[in-house]
Nanobody
Framework: QVQLVESGGGLVQAGGSLRLSCAAS????????MGWFRQAPGKEREFVAA????????DYADSVKGRFTISRDNAKNTVYLQMNNLKPEDTAAYYC????????????WGQGTQVTVSS
């Protein structure tokens, strides 16, 4: 069993930065692929970024490439999302996720943290 708790969301002006954290409980954290999704009001939840359990592979949505960086510290059971050059369209609830096989088969979700970017 893995529990995920996000933090670091908030209100920021366009062009600013935020760093999200996702703290995981459970001994098997390092065996999961970790990722971030987001959901804006009235829209479907969408993939943002993912990182393999040894941090050797990362993947990003085209909309955030070059601006967001995902990383993880397995010793601290924590995954991070550094978000730079934020845009108003990045406004959404951001969710941490963990999966063992496929991205469309998420094993665990966090409760979400709100990111609001003002223009």
């Amino acid at each position: 069993q893995v529990q995920l708790v996000e933090s670091g969301g908030g209100l920021v002006q366009a062009g600013g930065s935020l760093r999200l954290s996702c703290a995981a409980s459970g001994r098997t954290f390092s065996s999961y692929v970790m990722g971030w999704f987001r959901q804006a009001p009235g829209k479907e939840r969408e993939f943002v970024a993912a990182i393999s359990w040894l941090s050797t592979v990362t993947d990003y949505a085209d909309s955030v490439k070059g601006r967001f960086t995902i990383s993880r510290d397995n010793a601290k059971n924590t995954v991070y999302l550094q978000m730079n050059n934020l845009k108003p369209e990045d406004t959404a609830a951001y969710y941490c996720a963990a999966w063992s096989s496929r991205r469309d088969n998420i094993n665990y979700w966090g409760q979400g943290t709100q990111v609001t970017v003002s223009s």
